[in-house]
């Protein structure tokens, strides 16, 4: 596996792959990687394309007062899994090489950009949407890999990729979870143990609406209630939202009549986990 933190290096490397005819495949990460990372990692290489992996712990998606500092960071971990996974390079830049200078140009993905997380986390999905562009620039993938753990974050460069004609086909990748339900994530080693046990009620509470879903129940209201009241009752979260949205939209939804989704996200402490499902309905039920 070839590695370098320079831009210009992997321009190079990807310019003579793509001379030799092969397609390019992106995975944006941020490191510190678990199993979901590896999934995006199958699912790329699943194309035979040359799989490029980045990681980047993005300073313009974070907000003042989050958790860039105490995000969990080990590249040379990160580097093993990867080579192992079957990567062909691995981009790792320092701030410095994606910032150079401050920035004055943003990519703003209207809309999509405010709901959701977006509502919490005013500015995140510009940090995203732009970091996301500059790798798409620099790499020039065929194609891209996200997870469906951040659903919002994979509609918005759906529609990124869309508005701007980018030739890039964006690939979804199904959550991949823990044992017990929990939603992988490189924010999961900042829980206490104590925490760790009560997350578990995110994914629990999702399945539990799907089954009233499948049972019948066609209120969006009530299936937030639900989904409210099994967190709060059954865990010391504290929630930030619970919503149902329509799943190519992402528009909210008061009958349940067409595929949705479920979103949630809910504090624990400091740390702030999301998780979703989709939920497909017969129309006729
Ligand atoms: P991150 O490093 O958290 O920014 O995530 C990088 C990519 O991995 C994003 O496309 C995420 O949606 C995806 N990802 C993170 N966790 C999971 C998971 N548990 N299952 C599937 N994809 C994931």
């Known amino acids: 596996m070839k590695r370098t933190s320079h ?16 397609k390019i495949a992106l995975v944006p990460t941020m490191g ?23 990681i980047f712990v993005n300073p313009l998606q974070f907000g003042p007062k989050e958790d860039l500092s105490r995000y969990p960071r080990d590249l040379e971990r990160d580097a093993r899994m990867v080579e192992e996974a079957g990567v062909d390079v691995l981009f790792h830049p320092m701030v410095e090489e994606m910032y150079p200078r401050p920035m004055v140009t943003f990519v703003e993905v209207s809309e999509l950009d ?32 996200f ?15 869309i508005d701007l004609n980018l030739p890039i086909k964006i690939y979804p990748v199904p ?10 994530s490189s924010r999961n080693v900042l829980l206490t143990s104590e925490q760790r046990q009560q997350a578990v009620i995110l994914s629990k509470s999702l399945k539990a609406a799907e ?38 939209d992402l528009s909210k939804v008061t009958d349940i009549k067409r595929p949705i989704l479920l979103a949630l996200a809910v504090f624990f402490g400091k740390t702030r986990l999301i998780d979703n499902k989709v939920v497909e309905v017969d129309q006729d039920v």
């Open 7 to 22: 831009i210009p290096e992997l321009r190079e490397i990807i310019a003579l792959e793509k001379e030799k005819g092969r």
């Open 32 to 54: 510190f990687l678990h199993k979901g990372h590896l999934s995006l990692i199958e699912h790329a290489k699943q194309t035979d394309a040359f799989v490029v992996l980045s």
């Open 114 to 145: 405010t709901m959701l997380c977006g509502a919490t986390r005013p500015g995140h999905f510009r940090g995203v949407a732009t970091v996301v562009s500059k790798l798409f620039h620099i790499a020039q993938p065929d194609m891209a890999f």
């Open 147 to 161: 997870g469906q753990k951040d659903y919002q974050q994979y509609k918005l460069i759906e529609r990124m990729v």
């Open 175 to 184: 959550i991949v979870r823990e044992e017990d339900g929990l939603a992988m």
């Open 211 to 248: 089954v009233s879903i499948r049972a019948g129940q066609r209120s969006a209201q009530e299936i937030e209630r639900q989904l409210r009241e099994r967190i709060t009752l059954e865990s010391d979260g504290v929630i930030d939202y619970v919503e149902i949205r329509d799943t190519d």
